[in-house]
């Protein structure tokens, strides 16, 4: 296939590499695009391509290129994936494929609209030690997998440590190479984990990770941990354990060797070297899959690309929550009912909560997002919240609301002293039902027993959702 790349950067330097060996399979490079001419041109003339450009609208109207490999900054990937399909080219993006699921999703539907094929570029799953892996565990050799381990790191120094970390251009070490550990717990489970837990995550001055440790629960049973950091030197090994033996691999990225150990038998090392450099399968596999016309990869599918995307950004989204410092405010009354609300965001983020009826002043000025909550409006109780308000709300703050029981007339006067003080409203949440003062109302809440589970799971998914939509 005739192949145009998008960016210049190392992991290119690396694609075109392969690409140039591997002429008597008919790939060949045409164009290669970059915001720098100058760096187009010294990519072209590195790589022999013919033709360079000195933008990404102009390599994507080269007539002659079939395909392009995007190789862009994390964060560039759905808008040059995008790009490319809608001037009917083929796409082999660099993983990750992009930053959250419904951009992945978005683009998969794209090229099925378009009748263009579509794949994120997770080599390592189409490494030949892989296939022999998979039909080691598919025959029960070391009977049920119980546990897996994987780990990865390395350390980035100068301009490529910022790069690693810049936040604006998708960085930290899980978006990096945790699509490696996480890649290969899917080749050797075929499955999404029901559970995962971040047992450890360190954010730095950049404010991603560059070091976690994640524990990942099976519906079968199967565990498995997971290590990603850039900062510390990590061998990639890996290994899984079964009822009845267990597989070593020394380097699960670049791999090429396992050591089978089966009980009451001999440790057995099996190779399965590369033709080139591991790159080479990938590329094989876009233009299988063009020739027979797919729109997404029947080996790595367009399923497996997005519960990975999925994944790594909810355990991305659960440690911008954990990191987050958030306070709510609210009234203590006698039937405790807003307590309840505030308690369970509380008991599941670990937020501050501030009673106002008992506490007047407060330096809120370190809290990221600040919460007011109110319900039945008992005067002289609830004007509390409204008095913490006036005096305590730090200008230019992200303020949400939660509105349980007759607790408007709090929430009217609240939003006034927030664009008093240039805040801005973030969020509103009412109990259903029970969002306007009335007597009936009030009554029919407390006699039905509200709030009722829905209602904490409503506010915690509130919550939750407000939390994703400011990262």
């Known amino acids: 296939m005739k192949w145009g790349i998008l960016a210049t950067g190392n992991i290119a330097k690396k694609f075109a590499s392969t690409i140039n060996q591997m002429s008597k399979e008919n790939e060949q490079l045409v164009a290669v695009g ?31 290129v079939e395909v392009v490999y995007v190789a862009t900054p994390n964060t560039l990937h759905y808008e040059n994936c995008r790009l490319c399909l809608e001037h009917g080219k083929h796409v082999l993006c660099e993983k990750p494929f992009t930053i959250n699921d419904k951009q992945a999703q978005e683009l998969y539907r794209l090229a099925r609209d378009r009748h263009l094929f579509i794949m994120e570029g997770l080599w390592i799953w189409f490494l030949p030690l892989y296939d022999r892996l998979r039909s080691i565990l598919q025959q029960g050799v070391i009977g049920k997998i119980k546990h897996i381990s994987c780990q990865y790191g390395f350390v980035a120094t100068g301009a490529r440590k910022e790069r690693k970390f810049n936040p604006a251009l998708g960085g930290g070490a899980l978006l990096d190479i945790g699509i490696y550990n996480l890649g290969f717990l899917r080749i050797v489970t075929g499955d999404e984990p029901q559970n995962v837990e971040t047992q450890k995550v360190h954010i730095n001055e950049y404010g991603t990770d560059d070091y976690s440790c994640l524990k990942l629960t099976y519906n079968d049973g199967c565990t498995a941990e997971s290590v990603q950091t850039i900062g510390q030197e990590l061998k990639r090994n890996a290994r899984i354990e079964g ?3 267990s597989i070593f691999l020394p380097d699960f990225q670049h791999a090429e060797t396992m050591i089978l150990e089966v009980e009451g038998k001999e440790p057995e090392t099996i190779e399965c070297p590369v033709d080139i450099n591991g790159f080479e399968y990938e590329i094989r596999e876009v233009s299988r899959c063009v020739k027979l016309g797919y729109c997404s990869s029947d080996v790595y599918t367009a399923k497996d690309s997005i519960a990975l995307t999925r994944m790594m950004y909810d355990i991305r989204t659960s440690w911008s929550e954990a990191d987050m410092k958030t306070v709510i405010i609210y009234a203590s009354v006698h039937h405790n009912n807003t307590k309840k609300i505030v308690d369970a965001i509380a008991d599941e983020y670990g937020v501050d909560i501030i009673d106002a009826a008992k506490i007047t002043e407060k330096d809120l000025s370190g809290y990221d997002l600040i919460g007011f909550a109110s319900g039945i409006y008992f005067g002289k109780m609830h004007q509390s919240v409204i008095n913490f308000a006036e005096v305590n709300l730090p200008e230019n703050k992200d303020v949400f609301l939660i509105c349980t029981y007759g607790g408007k007339p709090v929430f009217d006067s609240i939003k006034g002293i927030i664009k008093e003080k240039q805040g801005r409203i973030v969020g509103e949440f009412s109990c259903k039902g029970y969002d306007t003062f009335g007597p009936f109302k009030l009554i029919g809440g407390i006699s039905k027993g509200h709030p009722d589970k829905n209602d904490l799971d409503n506010v915690k998914a509130f919550f939750k959702e407000l939390c994703k939509n400011r990262n």
């Open 34 to 64: 970059s915001r720098n001419i100058e760096s187009a041109k010294a990519f072209a003339k590195e790589h022999d391509i013919p033709r360079y450009y000195d933008s990404y609208e102009a390599l994507v109207k080269d007539q002659d």
């Open 243 to 245: 009822t009845k033996g």
